[in-house]
């Protein structure tokens, strides 16, 4: 992956020094939302930590460390379900970590009450949860959001152009032994990423530095895929081979390349 | 409309100057490279097509600019009527579906410190915003980080753009902040959040509250 740097136009130099200053920012963002009474600050905080631990585990695929990206990803993820976010589910997928837990349950008691966007960011939690074969036991519960995901198969999730169906689909195709479902439900994500990955890189002056909410190791987008990668390993089938017939740019395909080698 | 804060940050400069620039404003680089600026080119040059160019396009050679001097047509940043800041992205989606919340601090300071490379500024300052696009009228700043106003950009703007135009004028800038990069390694040994060596401050700073709408009882 590092090797390929230089032919975007990456720095890993910068990405180092990026890295260090996104890690230490989220951690002191981490501490100093701690004790804070005001709600709205409280989690306010925790999602700028959030963010910056993303963002630095991002850097660190590029710079071929997914190992040490996996902590941030889940110290990222702890923030976020401290913010009351389920979008935590993404970074807990990326960072392998507590596969034998849910990561549905802590959220379901709210659902009665719960507003649109909430909703929506169920279905990473579906997704992981549906990976590790770790479903929550309320099964009445899981059903509801289940059929409440299904009503808003068309809502979109994310800025990449992609629906709840879009993720619902890929949960499912997880059931089947044949990994061609596979495939077939990650055909939304593929495209999104590849096509994002090249519109940034058309803003040379934006792209040098990443100074754009799109990262070449998106964890929005990198996150479902590596999830994915997961639930066929459980089948003894591997999507990193299945990747090779698929045709995408150098750079998404050594970033997947990169990630799926630790699924 | 909304009084809006903003940071700029910026490199490449002494205290000297960052007290002309107090002083003065911060001048879009087309008056910074044509001064005196020829006004009458103003209304012709706030558009949406050089608002795209100023997001996407910034050191790409435009080919509606190629004189004598620049045959191979001039980077478009060089004659750019915008002038670049940041509020963060704190507040970007009002329905709560953004996973990602960073503070203008951040962003203002990769582009003061030429990214993590040496020294800068970072100046605060306030802009008139309206909620809506309103490219052509030069008192008022998009906001390009919203995506409720502008949903074409959301994905490769850089984080929490707020575009002013021609000047951000010396009432508007309330202090300059030196950002030493050593202070920032400083502050990350210390786990600490960094914080600015020296301030100065704008002689000719006019503080929103003494003019927004908020009428305050007899004291």
Same mark, same amino acid.
């Given at each position: ?74 110290? &990222?993820? !702890?923030?976020? *379900? #401290? ?7 993404? /970074? %807990?997928?990326?960072?392998? @970590? $507590? ?96 096509? &994002?990955? !090249?519109?940034? *890189? #058309? ?7 990443? /100074? %754009?909410?799109?990262?070449? @190791? $998106? ?45 | ?219």
């Amino acid at each position: 992956m590092r090797e390929i740097l230089g032919e975007v136009h990456l720095d890993p130099e910068f990405l180092g020094d990026d890295t260090e200053f996104h890690t230490w920012t989220g951690y002191a963002y981490l501490a100093s939302a701690e004790g804070l009474e005001d709600r709205r600050q409280f989690r306010e905080r925790c999602v700028i930590a959030a963010t910056n631990l993303r963002r630095a585990g991002a850097h660190l695929i590029l710079l071929d460390d997914f190992r040490e990206a996996q902590g941030l990803f889940k110290a &990222a993820g !702890r923030a976020y *379900m #401290a913010a009351g976010l389920p979008f935590s589910a993404v /970074m %807990m997928g990326l960072a392998g @970590a $507590e596969r034998e837990n849910t990561t549905l349950s802590p959220w379901l008691e709210h659902l009665a009450q719960a507003p649109h966007w909430f909703v929506k960011q169920l279905v990473y939690s579906l997704l992981v949860d549906t990976a590790n074969q770790a479903l929550p036991r309320e099964s009445g519960q899981f059903e509801g959001a289940v059929r409440e995901l299904r009503a808003i198969r068309g809502a979109m999730v994310g800025t990449y152009g992609l629906t709840v169906g879009d993720y619902l689909d890929l949960a499912a195709s997880f059931d089947y032994e044949n990994g061609s479902r596979v495939m077939e439900a990650l055909i939304p994500f593929l495209t999104a990423y590849n096509n &994002a990955m !090249r519109r940034a *890189m #058309a803003d040379a002056y934006h792209w040098e530095h990443l /100074m %754009m909410p799109f990262h070449p @190791a $998106e964890p929005d987008l990198v996150g479902p895929i590596f999830i994915a990668g997961h639930a066929m390993k459980v089948r003894e089938r591997y999507l990193r081979e299945q990747l090779r017939q698929f045709p995408l740019h150098f750079l998404t395909r050594g970033v997947l390349d990169g990630v799926l080698e630790f699924v | 409309m909304i009084i809006q804060h903003v940071i700029k940050g910026i490199n490449g400069i002494d205290d000297a100057m960052a007290r002309h620039l107090l002083d003065s404003g911060i001048k879009c680089l087309w008056w910074v490279n044509n001064d005196p600026l020829p006004f009458h080119e103003v209304p012709l040059r706030l558009n949406e097509r050089n608002l795209d160019w100023h997001q996407n396009q910034y050191k790409q050679p435009d080919p509606l600019y190629p004189d004598a001097a620049n045959p191979n047509n001039e980077p478009f940043h060089l004659h750019t009527p915008f002038v670049s800041a940041t509020a963060g992205t704190v507040d970007r989606d009002a329905y709560q579906q953004t996973n990602t919340l960073t503070p203008a601090w951040e962003v203002a300071l990769k582009f003061a410190t030429d990214f993590w490379k040496s020294d800068g500024y970072l100046f605060y300052c306030y802009v008139f915003v309206i909620g809506k696009p309103a490219v052509g009228q030069q008192s008022f700043s998009e906001e390009l980080r919203e995506l409720n106003v502008y949903p074409g950009y959301s994905n490769f703007q850089p984080e929490g753009e707020i575009t002013a135009k021609i000047v951000i004028p010396p009432a508007q800038i309330e202090r300059a902040e030196f950002w030493s990069s050593q202070d920032a390694k400083t502050a990350r040994d210390n786990k600490k959040l960094p914080a600015a060596s020296r301030t100065l401050y704008g002689k000719h700073y006019v503080a929103p509250q003494d003019f927004n709408n908020v009428r305050d009882f007899l004291k």
